[in-house]
């Protein structure tokens, strides 16, 4: 608990002033991810001499380019090191912006998506100790709210039938309107990986579920889409009542509105719902995509 409090508080922190791709405050962050991902013992993805994957963009609303960067760690697999699992979170938010009436200018997303990045760190030091058959690549995404940018640029560069699942988490810091332990997964019709999860999951107290925002259209608005589009089974897990979350991209998505029990609880569920899918038991059905253009 104390190591993923850390985390959180750190990429939340005004420090980091909103983690805006592009400016100094998500440098900050990309540092912490880096030195994390060194502690824990990860090594570098294919032909990348660090963990960073950088490159330049220009944003939809834009004209200056950006450069930013992907930071991806690597924890190899023993007897099935060709077949990968993604797990994801992206790390940039919308910055500092300055609005009439309000104090507080800086966009901490603690939920958004700090709280995701933090389960992506836990899960890697869970599983350099446990081990693990399929390599696992760990990835913190950059430009996510700029229109998935990041991982759509890791994506244009991989052989996604090399990837088996993508495991991508998103606000995972409060209780879902399914009540306390349960977490909701989108896309959950579109493969059987949630079912793989929900069956690793019987006994253990923690129910997973469908998304139940379908009018929100989730399984296209956060990382897993880049590489669900590639067929990659890569669906989200969150915990949040996305419908009435009054601090949803709000200045006062702050690392003190957030349950760490229910952060705990949700990063321990996830690794015993992956366990058969990383130690190669189960692969889930690849994705089919009728809806390319929405």
Do not use: C
């Not at 790390?91 to 995701?116: C, V, W």
Request: aromatic content about 10%; glycine content about 10%; cysteine-free.
């Amino acid at each position: 608990v104390d190591t993923v409090k850390k985390h959180l508080y750190t990429l939340a922190s005004d420090d980091m002033e909103g983690r805006k791709a592009g400016t100094p405050g998500i440098e900050k962050a990309a540092k912490y991810i880096e030195n994390e991902f060194k502690r824990i013992g990860l090594t570098t993805f294919e032909g990348l001499e660090t963990y960073r994957q950088t490159f330049n963009f220009t944003p939809r609303r834009g004209t200056e380019e950006i450069t930013s960067a992907n930071i991806i760690g690597v924890l190899e697999g023993k007897s099935r090191k060709e077949e990968y699992v993604i797990v994801s979170a992206h790390y940039d938010h919308l910055g500092i912006k300055k609005t009439e009436g309000q104090l507080d200018s800086i966009y901490n997303g603690a939920n958004d998506d700090a709280s995701g990045v933090a389960g992506v760190l836990a899960l890697a030091e869970y599983f350099k100790k446990v081990g693990n058959e399929r390599t696992i690549v760990f990835a913190a995404f950059t430009a996510e709210e700029m229109g998935l940018i990041g991982s759509t640029h890791f994506g244009k560069g991989i052989d996604a039938s090399k990837f088996v699942a993508g495991i991508n988490l998103e606000m995972i810091g409060k209780v879902p309107s399914f009540g306390p332990n349960t977490a909701w997964l989108t896309g959950f019709e579109r493969s059987d990986f949630g079912k793989i999860i929900q069956k690793n999951l019987e006994g253990t107290g923690y129910q997973l579920f469908p998304d139940p925002y379908k009018n929100f259209n989730l399984f296209f608005r956060s990382d897993n889409a880049s590489l669900a589009r590639l067929g990659v089974p890569s669906h989200t897990f969150s915990t949040t009542p996305i419908d009435v979350d009054k601090d949803y991209h709000q200045a006062s998505d702050e690392a003190e509105t957030l349950n760490m029990t229910v952060i705990t609880q949700t990063i321990r569920a996830v690794a015993k719902g992956t366990e058969s899918i990383i130690n190669g038991k189960d692969t889930p059905t690849r994705v089919v995509l009728e809806e390319k253009n929405k």
